[in-house]
């Protein structure tokens, strides 16, 4: 091999070297295309909770899923709240009622008042927190964060979601759906 040769191979491996450090490699999972209704609805750290007992003032009103992902009710103390429905959780707070004698036939309505927010990051023109709505997609996102940008690649989404007590990345196309809480990636296109 002549010198030009060795010059040019050194460039094209430097180049590539350098293309793969810019651009992270997309995840390894597919993000389900259906979302069962009770799973998009599933409490959640930053959840704002709607909760009224009949009859009991001191427990009615609004109540945030602290980080731990706890929820603190006036007389009845701490309740873990993260990933249960909203049916669970009301059973859960109609039996503490009833186990410590507050109420012998509790009547609790329980509502989510504010699911946490979705947040929406890379190549959209006002990337941000915005404000989850329901049966939303990731068209919708990027629609509200104000569109894609001229670099996006709008072929190549990521959507960062806490599944269990992990975040999972996921490869996403702009029909999946989004649950609350979401980090939406939109990345930039090399060329």
Do not use: W
């Given at each position: 091999?002549?010198?030009?040769?060795?010059?040019?191979?050194?460039?094209?491996?430097?180049?590539?070297?350098?293309?793969?450090?810019?651009?992270?490699?997309?995840?390894?999972?597919?993000?389900?295309?259906?979302?069962?209704?009770?799973?998009?609805?599933?409490?959640?750290?930053?959840?704002?909770?709607?909760?009224?007992?009949?009859?009991?003032?001191?427990?009615?009103?609004?109540?945030?899923?602290?980080?731990?992902?706890?929820?603190?009710?006036?007389?009845?103390?701490?309740?873990?709240?993260?990933?249960?429905?909203?049916?669970?959780?009301?059973?859960?707070?109609?039996?503490?009622?009833?186990?410590?004698?507050?109420?012998?036939?509790?009547?609790?309505?329980?509502?989510?008042?504010?699911?946490?927010?979705?947040?929406?990051?890379?190549?959209?023109?006002?990337?941000?927190?915005?404000?989850?709505?329901?049966?939303?997609?990731?068209?919708?996102?990027?629609?509200?964060?104000?569109?894609?940008?001229?670099?996006?690649?709008?072929?190549?989404?990521?959507?960062?979601?806490?599944?269990?007590?992990?975040?999972?990345?996921?490869?996403?196309?702009?029909?999946?759906?989004?649950l609350p809480g979401d980090s939406i990636t939109v990345r930039e296109r090399i060329f």
């Amino acid at each position: 091999m002549n010198i030009q040769n060795i010059m040019l191979l050194s460039v094209i491996l430097s180049a590539s070297c350098l293309m793969s450090c810019a651009y992270p490699p997309a995840a390894s999972l597919d993000a389900p295309k259906e979302i069962s209704g009770s799973k998009a609805y599933l409490i959640n750290p930053g959840t704002t909770i709607g909760l009224s007992v009949y009859g009991e003032d001191t427990l009615t009103g609004s109540f945030l899923v602290d980080h731990n992902g706890d929820l603190t009710l006036p007389m009845l103390g701490e309740f873990h709240a993260d990933g249960q429905t909203q049916s669970e959780l009301r059973e859960a707070v109609a039996s503490k009622l009833k186990e410590k004698g507050y109420i012998s036939n509790p009547v609790v309505s329980l509502s989510i008042l504010s699911p946490r927010p979705i947040y929406i990051l890379g190549e959209v023109r006002t990337p941000g927190e915005y404000p989850y709505k329901p049966d939303m997609d990731v068209f919708e996102a990027v629609s509200i964060a104000g569109g894609y940008t001229p670099r996006a690649s709008q072929g190549d989404i990521l959507i960062s979601r806490r599944v269990a007590e992990e975040k999972v990345k996921y490869n996403a196309e702009e029909n999946t759906k989004v649950l609350p809480g979401d980090s939406i990636t939109v990345r930039e296109r090399i060329f």
